[in-house]
């Protein structure tokens, strides 16, 4: 079964509320309150410069992703993303189909690289994945990240051409 | 004559801008849209999760400054800062002075460290300022800048433990 990437629609906001609720609430990978509200976590993953996309498998929506420029101005050629996936997702590679789409997508609309502001160092699974889609880290931030269960974690700076 | 720096009000918002403008219309430092209007610059500048202070030298406001955190949840303990002096301060040690102060107020209000997410690597004054005051690059982002004259360059994530 194939998974299908698209633009999010209003009628996503449902399902795209239900995979960012449990990862924000445990507040252990997104620098993101971990009581946000609904509303303002479909804006910020939605709204202003970010442009939303989901992963659907069989027409149930399993995964989304934002791309936006990481800065204004003439920074704006350098965009960001956040991903996430359900908890029902695990294994069924929408994360790797997210991340490939999100890299061409950002290419198509005029970016010339990729970067990521805040991986955990301690996601190592995370950032070897990056790794191996062409992503260095050029940056590390000490102690940036107050995990609920680690304390202090670096966080990296990652970032790919594209 | 000694520089007095204190918490923004509304009735300094003209004094902000009239520092402001300039610095973004060149779009030669900030990642900020050069043509970006006055109400957006200033609630970019003072508002949502901005502290915004003013430097006054003989009643005059010349130099303005913000604090905000870098992150949201927990990342919020790092903190951003943006600096802005005006064309007839230069020289009166106002910069100086407004990162003086905000190590302290950075420090006041619980912050564990200061964070600056995109110096032009090109700025090397600023760069020296900033080591001189402790801070440390922690990363590097290749051509992170399209510079008006001197075309893309890196931009450097500086740091320093409060």
Known sequence: ????????????????????KPIFRTGETYAVD?????????????????????????????????????????????CNCGFATHDAAQGKGIARAMLEHSLSAATDMGFRAMQFNFVLASNTRAVKIWERYGFAVIGQIPDAFNHPKDGYVDALVMHKRL
Chains 1, 2 share one sequence.
């Open 34 to 78: 971990a009581d946000i509200s609904k509303v303002d976590a479909l804006v910020f993953w939605c709204d202003g410069n970010h442009v939303a996309f989901v992963a659907e498998l069989a027409g149930r929506i399993l995964g989304t992703y934002y791309i936006c420029p990481n800065q204004g101005g003439n920074g704006g050629h350098i």
């Open 1 to 20: 079964m194939d998974t299908i990437i698209r633009k999010s629609e209003k009628k996503d906001r449902a399902a795209i509320w239900a995979i960012l």
